[in-house]
């Protein structure tokens, strides 16, 4: 059978163009989609804005409509994240590491770096908070098979008493808990724990947490309200426990060898 030929190309060549074509383009659509947020990016060193790169690699303006009437969103919208960086740098050169000012816990740096997100709560399908405490989720109950943590102590990484278990946050969605929320001993401030940080020790009847000392609880970010917490408060909440794990005490901020 003769074969096919079309202006010299036969047809494999013209499809293997063809997905050349197709695959270029498909890179230029992400790389314009993955920078609607976050760019222009900043030099290391002097917080210049670099380059877009041309209209090969910039997001044209795009209206997105948000859920439950909550109005809609353009991006790229020129905003840039308005946190004060408490950190300073520890040489003078691009990617040299940062080093927290103050309080570490609350410099926003390491492992304590949170996102500004929006100050609603995340929400079902329905539009109902998704993350909420049992005493609102009233169809919702622990497992008897499990321990239930309210009534217990909370203990920091030094063994010291933080306070005590009050309530239990669960994920509507998940069927997961997401927070223990604890009050601090000696207070009636109340704050929120999230649940892989805490460890339920059930032969000693207690919650130990040792991301932090007991006396650095009372530091911990508060809710707005005490029924739901918002995407913001979340990003804060999991920052500043997280924190812990690299600046509760001086030594572990320390090389290991």
């Known amino acids: 059978m003769d074969q096919v030929y079309n202006g010299g190309l036969d047809w494999a060549e013209w499809v293997l163009y063809a997905f050349f074509l197709f695959f270029f383009g498909l890179v230029v659509y992400l790389r314009r989609e993955d920078r609607r947020e976050g760019y222009p990016l900043e030099d290391d060193v002097s917080g210049r804005h670099e380059p877009l790169g041309g209209l090969l690699f910039t997001a044209q303006p795009k209206v997105f409509r948000l859920p439950h009437d909550s109005g809609t969103v353009s991006k790229p919208d020129s905003t840039r994240d308005t946190a004060e960086l408490k950190a300073r740098r520890t040489a003078p050169w691009a990617g ?6 103050g309080d570490p816990l609350q410099a926003g740096v390491g492992p304590g770096a949170y ?5 609603t709560p995340d929400v079902m ?13 009233e169809d919702f109950y622990l497992d008897t098979r499990d321990p239930d943590p309210r009534g217990m102590q909370v203990i920091g990484a030094d063994n010291a008493v933080a306070g005590t ?10 069927y ?15 704050v929120l724990v ?5 460890v339920i020790q059930r032969g000693r009847k207690r919650v130990k947490v040792n991301a932090l000392l007991a006396a650095q609880f009372a530091g911990a970010p508060t809710l707005a309200s005490y029924d739901q917490i918002t995407r913001d408060e979340e990003e804060r909440v999991c920052a500043f426990v997280g924190a812990g794990t690299l600046y509760a005490t001086p030594a572990r901020a320390e090389p290991w060898l």
């Open 165 to 174: 278990i009050t309530d239990v946050w669960v994920d509507r969605s998940e």
């Open 194 to 198: 999230p649940m892989p940080m805490a």
């Open 96 to 101: 040299s590491p940062l080093e927290p000012e």
């Open 176 to 190: 997961l808990i997401r927070y223990l929320e604890m009050v601090l001993a000696g207070s009636d401030k109340r």
């Open 125 to 137: 399908m329905h539009g109902a908070p998704r993350i909420v405490p049992l005493r609102v989720a």
């Open 115 to 119: 996102a500004q997100r929006a100050k």
